[in-house]
């Protein structure tokens, strides 16, 4: 069955850095663009950072620009989203999408806590 399982979330001081993962299963992992999504608390779900299938170009919000980057192992069929410089308004649930045409999957969240 399709799988994305979210890692590599946790507790971090205020400038800090975390790499989450998303490993996926289940479907042609390199067919798919990939997104991250972020839930803080009380709000909407937002997308963060997408990359094409080939991981040739990556796109972000302009609340990350410069802070996080994402990449992808089309070989380990992961998803990988860099964070570095982290503050408070980063904490949120964080969620990896992966999507082809009408069709997408999620995973269920990685929590991030930025706090000191």
């Known amino acids: 069955q399709v799988q994305l399982v979210e890692s590599g979330g946790g507790l971090v001081q205020p400038g800090g850095s975390l790499r989450l993962s998303c490993a996926a299963s289940?479907?042609?992992?390199?067919?798919?663009?990939m997104r991250w999504y972020h839930q803080p608390p009380g709000k909407e779900r937002e997308l963060v950072a997408r990359?094409?299938?080939?991981?040739?170009?990556?796109g972000y919000a302009d609340s990350v620009k410069g802070r996080f980057t994402i990449s992808r192992d089309n070989a380990k069929n992961t998803v990988y989203l860099q964070m570095n410089s982290l503050k408070p308004e980063d904490t949120a649930l964080y969620y990896c999408?992966?999507?082809?045409?009408?069709?997408?999957?999620w995973g269920q969240g990685t929590q991030v806590t930025v706090s000191s």
């Open positions: 289940g479907f042609t992992f390199s067919t798919y663009t």
């Open positions: 990359i094409t299938r080939s991981g040739g170009i990556t």
């Open positions: 999408n992966a999507q082809r045409g009408i069709t997408e999957y």
